[in-house]
């Protein structure tokens, strides 16, 4: 249980479902504990969040709940089926009460393994995350014999700690439709990729097509069979949430 739960965490913190996190922590937390009532109840709650959020990432939508489950299968993101079971598994997750003596030690595991479960289901209907290398190539044209880089060729540098990485070594994360790299030793968002917005901000980032791209310092990307590369330089505003007052 310890290894199913653990790869669980890691997908959630990847996707940024930190609600989530917090009730199946509280969940393994109080199984551990033998508090099996507590455990069917956050188990519960963790779903709740979790379809609630891919309701906000997939439709934009604020509803909660049944509501948010049904525009997921009204939307065909949600199928009839998985919708079904997702819903009445919610229903028996927390059927037991948070009243001590109403379940036991089986039942509490078996809730538990089943919800993380049901929570794969969910992931499995957020979209992958949008990389440096999806826009890279989606959008620039090399001569023929060479390619672009991948984010294992292109390399940036921390402003924090100086070190120099390469974009798949940092971190991968996403908040709300960005996408979050962060310094390969914890130190700070390097770099972000995100929708341009309506209002442009001068020095805010590197906009091809439909995304922008974010770079706190210089990105170098080779090209690939050709022995030059292309430099992304820094944007002075990559990080600021919000727009300078003048801008």
């Known amino acids: 249980m310890d290894e199913i739960y653990k790869e669980l965490i890691e997908q959630l913190t990847r996707q940024g479902l930190n609600e989530t996190i917090n009730h199946f922590t509280q969940a393994k937390s109080a199984f551990d504990h033998s508090q099996w009532e507590a455990a069917n109840s956050q188990v519960r709650a963790a779903l709740e969040s979790l379809f609630n959020a ?19 299968e009204d939307a065909s993101i949600l199928r009839k089926r998985e919708s079904r079971l997702v819903q009445d598994f ?22 538990l393994l089943a919800g993380f479960g049901v929570a794969y289901i969910g992931l499995a209907l957020i979209p992958e995350l949008t990389r440096v290398e999806d826009v890279v190539i989606s959008k620039l044209n090399v001569p023929n014999g060479a390619r672009l880089p991948t984010d294992a060729e292109m390399y940036t540098s921390c402003p924090t700690c100086g070190q120099e990485q390469t974009l798949q070594e940092a971190e991968l994360s996403r908040k709300g439709e960005e996408t979050i790299y962060t310094c390969k030793n ?41 022995g030059t590369g292309i430099k992304i330089p820094a944007s002075p505003a990559a990080l600021m949430k919000r727009k300078p007052s003048g801008c």
Request: with cysteine.
């Open 186 to 226: 914890g130190c700070q968002p390097i770099v972000i990729v995100g929708k341009p917005g309506t209002k442009p901000w001068e020095g805010r980032g590197y906009r091809l097509g439909d995304y922008v791209i974010r770079n706190a310092q210089d990105i170098f990307l080779p090209i690939i069979g050709k």
């Open 54 to 72: 891919i309701a906000v990432i997939r439709l934009g939508s604020n509803k909660k709940g049944g509501e948010a489950r049904k525009q997921l």
């Open 90 to 111: 919610i229903d028996v997750a927390g059927g037991a009460g948070a009243h001590a003596g109403v379940s036991n030690k089986d039942e509490s595991k078996g809730r």
